[in-house]
Every structure is written in structure tokens, then in C-alpha cells.
């Protein structure tokens, strides 16, 4: 069972940066052998992808973080990045690692099935 661990949230003032990491807790699973994704989600709002790395090295980001959020990979340590700059109180959000859920769009971060989250970490801008 593949577990992925998010860090790095935290409380920042409007136009701060913060960091997130999502790591695998096992070894075997090598995040460059899968699609990965960071969602995010607020109170009763539906659960969003923000960025995904697809296998063949594809990235993408939603609109409202193109320019301003980076996604990236550490190939060696196995980790995922998610550089997130210049960052709004619209930002504020739950954001999840996930893998196997590219393109996933529904009203729960976490889904009831498909796909490995993590457990998400809290970032709050304000």
C-alpha cells in the first residue's frame, strides 16, 4: 500500500512563498514511473488540480497558478515539489499529493476510490 506524504504548508502573508513536498513512503514507488498531481481544496468548494507531471515529462498548471507556482522533481531523492510564490489569500486551501489521479475533478479531495493520495498539508495565506 503506497502512501504519499505532503509537507511543507504553513501560514504566510500575501505575496510569500512557501515549499511543498510529497513523498512516497516506499521506495519502490518511483514518482518518475507515475503521474503526479498536487490538488487542492477549500471549504465548500470543489476539490482542484493545481499542477501535474505526467510520465512523459508533461507539466501542467491551472490558470490561477500559471506564472506564480512550480512544479518539480527531485529524480534522486524521489520527491515532488511545489514551489508556490507570490501567493494570495485565494490560495488558502488544503493541497493533496496525489498519484494516478491526473485529471481527476470532483466535488472530494481526497476521492472514495482511484488513484494514491496523501493527507494533505494546510496552506493559509493571510
Known amino acids: 500500500h503506497v502512501q504519499l506524504v505532503e509537507s511543507g504548508g504553513g501560514l504566510v502573508q500575501p505575496g510569500g512563498s512557501l515549499r511543498l513536498s510529497c513523498t512516497p513512503t516506499?521506495?519502490?514507488?518511483?514518482?518518475?514511473?507515475?503521474?503526479m498531481a498536487w490538488f487542492r481544496q477549500t471549504p465548500g468548494s470543489a476539490c482542484e488540480m493545481v499542477s501535474s507531471i505526467s510520465t512523459i515529462r508533461h507539466i501542467w498548471y491551472a490558470d490561477s497558478v500559471k506564472g506564480r507556482f512550480t512544479l518539480s522533481v527531485d529524480h534522486t531523492q524521489n520527491i515532488v515539489y511545489l514551489q508556490m510564490n507570490n501567493l494570495k489569500p485565494e490560495d488558502t486551501a488544503v493541497y493533496y499529493c496525489a498519484a494516478g489521479a491526473l485529471g481527476y475533478s470532483g466535488a472530494e479531495c481526497p476521492p472514495a476510490f482511484g488513484g494514491y493520495w496523501g493527507q494533505g498539508t494546510q496552506v493559509t495565506v493571510s
Open positions: 516506499s521506495p519502490q514507488f518511483a514518482v518518475d514511473d507515475n503521474d
